[in-house]
């Protein structure tokens, strides 16, 4: 099956493109799509894999499903498009940047993130406008979980942030022994003040890459 995503991950992951899940995924997905509005616009479903190449992947941020409000979602976890209104989580996650790092990020596109080796996951690629969690359960989990434990297998030396239970289940897909596993509460407002405010995830994983020679991330 032709799947448009980045060389280099269809390089890893083309045998889950010939798997039957993924036949029963792309249908429902196109079915979904032609019916109504989705997010995001089917062109950035891959976005992530685009802009960050697995050989170039130093930082893994994991979220669950992209935003289902129309014109937020950019196929990135938790960026929106400049001149939006950030959502709360993202609030949070620039205040703990400035906390961190005493960086005071006004974009809210998250691209140059992206640009840098920061590789913006869902488990989730896809979701019906105004239906959150409405493609869940259809089988991204099963590519993204391949995506995150090809990561951990295949390179070296690697930091994951991962945010919340959902993410932190994720860790078994992990290999601790080579890579930095960076956890905390959610940033969202209901868990944010319980352990993910002066966590410090950003100035942590800017060290690890330092440690082991890798230029850190501009966060700003």
Not at 8 to 14: A, D, R
């Amino acid at each position: 099956m032709t799947v448009r995503i980045e060389p280099s991950w269809k390089q890893h992951l083309h045998a889950e493109f010939e798997k039957p899940y993924w036949t029963e995924l792309t249908d429902f997905v196109r079915a979904e799509y032609a019916a109504g509005q989705c997010c995001p616009p089917g062109k950035h479903i891959f976005r992530a894999f685009d802009l960050t190449p697995f050989d170039q992947v130093k930082v893994v941020i994991l979220g669950q499903d992209p935003y289902h409000t129309p014109g937020a979602a950019m196929g990135f976890c938790f960026s929106v498009p400049d001149g939006n209104r950030p959502q709360p989580s993202l609030q949070n996650i620039f205040q703990e940047l400035e906390s961190d790092l005493g960086i005071r990020r006004t974009r809210t596109d998250l691209s140059d993130w992206a640009e840098q080796g920061v590789f913006l996951l869902n488990a989730v690629l896809t979701v019906r406008a105004r239906a959150a969690g409405s493609h869940a359960g259809k089988g991204w989990e099963t590519f993204t979980d391949t995506a995150i434990r090809t990561l951990s297998e295949e390179r070296e030396h690697l930091v994951f942030i991962l945010w919340g239970s959902y993410a932190i289940a994720k860790r078994a897909l992990i290999d601790t022994a080579k890579h930095l596993v960076i956890t905390s509460p959610h940033p969202s407002p209901f868990s944010a003040h319980k352990g993910f405010f002066g966590s410090g995830p950003f100035s942590r994983a800017n060290d690890y890459l330092r440690e082991q020679g890798k230029e850190p991330i501009a966060w700003g």
